[in-house]
C-alpha cells in the first residue's frame, strides 16, 4: 500500500494531535518534510541530521536565533523551518562543523534559558537593548520589558505538560465508549432483543399451558432445557467473534498507554452485566407468563436469576475462546462443547443413567445446576397440586415431587447450584483475562 499523503489542515490537525499526547508523558518520535510555521511550532523539539552529525537540537522558537548564532541571518517573513533545511543541506555554503559545534549547546533546547539570565528571572539588560533595536520609534523602555515578559510566559505555557487521567478516569471514559458502541451495534442490540422478544413468544405459544397442566410436565422440563440452551448460545457466539476483531485495536491503544488492559476488561464487563440481565429478563418473563409457570414471586426470581447467572457464565466462555482461537475455530468449539453440556446436563439422559466412569463429566456442566435449579425453583418448596385436565383419565405428575423424583433432582440445593455456576463463571473470566494479555503480547 503506497503511503498517503495528507493535506496542511490535515497535518495541522495531526501534529496537533500527537503534541497533546506527547504533553500527556509519552515520547512520540516523527519525522515531517517542509512544515510550515504553524506545525513547525507545534513541536516541543527539533532534532536536525546532516552528514551524519547533529546540525541542530532545540526548540522551534529558537531556530532563528541559533543560525543567526553562526552568522545565517533567516531572511524576514522566510519559515524558519525552509532556512533551517537550506542550511544544513549546504545551499548557502557547507557550514556543518560549524552548526554540529553550536548545536552541542543544550542552551538551546530550552527557550526560557535563552531569554533571561541564569540568576533572575527578568530579562536581561542585552536582551532588552537587542529587543529595542528593532522597536518602532516611539516605544518606550516599559513596553519592551513587557513584550520580553510575555515572551517568557509564552515559553513557559509552551513547555506545560498535562498530566494523564487518573486509571478510574479511563475507566468511566472506556465504560461510555463501550456503551456507545453497544447502541450503535444493530445487531448485538436490536436484532438480538428483536430476536429474544420473538423466540420468547414463539415458544410461550408452542408449549401453552404447560406450567400448569400436569400431563405436560415433560414437555415443561423440556421447555426449560430449551431456554437454557438458547440463552446460553446466542450468548457465548458474540463473545467469540467479537474478540478476535477487536484484539489489534486493544494492543495498540495499550501500546500508547492509552489505558491498561485491565482497565479495558473491566469496563467491557460492567458494560455487559446490564445487558445480559435486561435481555434475559425480557425473555425469561414472556416464556414464564406464557406458560402459566406458577405466579409467585419467590419463584419467579430463582427461576430469573438462575437464567441470568447462566448468561453469564456463558459470556465468560465465549470471551476465553474468543482469545484463544480465531473466529472459525471458536465457532466450532463453542458449538461441540455446547452438546456435550447439554448431554450431560441430566435431560436427554438420566444423570442416575450415565454410566459411572463418565458421571464426574456432568459436573462439569453448568447445564446441569441451571436445569436443576429451574426445576426445583418451579416444583420444589412444597407446591401444590397441579391441573389435571378433564379429558386425561390418570395424570402421573399431579404432585410437583414426582417430577423431582422422575428427574432424579428431589434432593437439589438451589444455593449449592447457583455457587457451582458462579465458580465456573469466575473461571473463565480468569482465563479469559489472562489470554487475552498473553494474545497482545505475542502479536
Not at 278 to 299: A, H, K
Not at 332 to 354: D, E, K, P, R
Not at 415 to 424: A, E, R, V
Request: aromatic share 12%.
Amino acid at each position: 500500500m503506497s503511503p498517503q499523503r495528507l493535506d496542511s489542515s490535515s497535518s495541522f490537525d495531526t501534529i496537533q494531535l500527537l503534541r497533546g499526547l506527547a504533553n500527556e508523558g509519552r515520547t512520540i518520535v516523527c519525522t515531517i518534510h517542509q512544515p510550515s510555521t504553524n506545525i513547525y511550532n507545534l513541536f516541543n523539539l527539533i532534532y536536525v541530521l546532516s552528514a551524519g552529525q547533529c546540525t541542530y537540537q532545540g526548540t522551534p522558537q529558537n531556530t532563528v536565533r541559533f543560525l543567526s548564532g553562526i552568522g545565517m541571518e533567516c531572511p524576514p517573513y522566510h519559515n524558519p523551518a525552509d532556512f533551517l533545511l537550506e542550511c544544513v543541506n549546504g545551499d548557502y555554503g557547507d557550514h556543518t562543523e560549524a552548526l554540529a559545534e553550536s548545536a552541542k549547546d543544550t542552551r538551546w533546547r530550552y527557550d526560557q534559558q535563552l531569554m533571561q539570565d541564569e540568576d533572575t528571572e527578568m530579562p536581561s539588560e542585552s536582551q532588552v537593548a537587542k529587543f529595542n533595536e528593532s522597536q518602532s520609534p516611539g516605544q518606550d523602555q516599559s513596553q519592551v520589558q513587557k513584550v520580553e515578559i510575555q515572551k517568557i510566559e509564552s515559553s513557559k505555557e509552551l513547555t506545560r505538560h498535562t498530566y494523564p487521567p487518573t486509571e478510574y478516569m479511563r475507566l468511566w471514559l472506556l465504560i461510555g465508549r463501550c456503551h456507545l458502541q453497544f447502541f450503535r451495534d444493530w445487531t448485538l442490540t436490536y436484532l438480538k432483543l428483536g430476536i429474544h422478544i420473538t423466540c420468547a413468544i414463539l415458544i410461550g405459544l408452542f408449549f401453552g399451558d404447560s406450567g400448569s397442566n400436569a400431563s405436560k410436565q415433560i414437555s415443561n422440563v423440556g421447555m426449560i432445557m430449551i431456554h437454557c440452551v438458547y440463552l446460553w448460545y446466542t450468548t457465548i457466539m458474540p463473545g467469540i467473534l467479537r474478540y478476535p476483531s477487536e484484539i489489534e485495536i486493544i494492543k495498540k491503544e495499550t501500546f500508547n498507554n492509552w489505558y491498561k488492559l485491565r482497565t479495558y476488561y473491566i469496563a467491557t464487563i460492567i458494560t455487559a452485566t446490564p445487558v445480559h440481565i435486561i435481555f434475559s429478563t425480557v425473555y425469561i418473563t414472556i416464556g414464564y407468563l406464557l406458560t402459566e409457570q406458577p405466579v409467585e414471586m419467590d419463584r419467579f426470581v430463582k427461576y430469573l436469576l438462575t437464567a441470568v447467572v447462566v448468561t453469564f457464565c456463558a459470556d465468560g466462555l465465549g470471551v476465553f475462546l474468543g482469545t484463544v482461537l480465531n473466529p472459525v475455530n471458536g465457532t466450532f468449539i463453542g458449538a461441540v462443547s455446547t452438546c456435550f453440556m447439554l448431554m450431560f446436563s441430566g435431560f436427554l439422559i438420566l444423570l442416575n443413567h450415565i454410566p459411572a466412569a463418565m458421571r464426574f463429566i456432568s459436573y462439569l456442566s453448568p447445564m446441569r445446576y441451571a436445569l436443576e435449579n429451574m426445576v426445583v425453583s418451579l416444583y420444589g418448596n412444597n407446591r401444590g397440586q397441579l391441573n389435571c385436565p378433564d379429558s386425561e383419565f390418570y395424570c402421573h405428575f399431579k404432585y410437583a415431587v414426582t417430577v423431582l423424583q422422575q428427574f432424579g433432582m428431589e434432593q437439589g440445593h438451589y444455593g449449592y447450584n447457583i455457587m457451582m455456576i458462579l465458580g465456573q463463571i469466575t473461571l473463565f473470566k480468569v482465563l479469559a483475562y489472562f489470554t487475552l494479555k498473553r494474545k497482545i503480547k505475542s502479536n
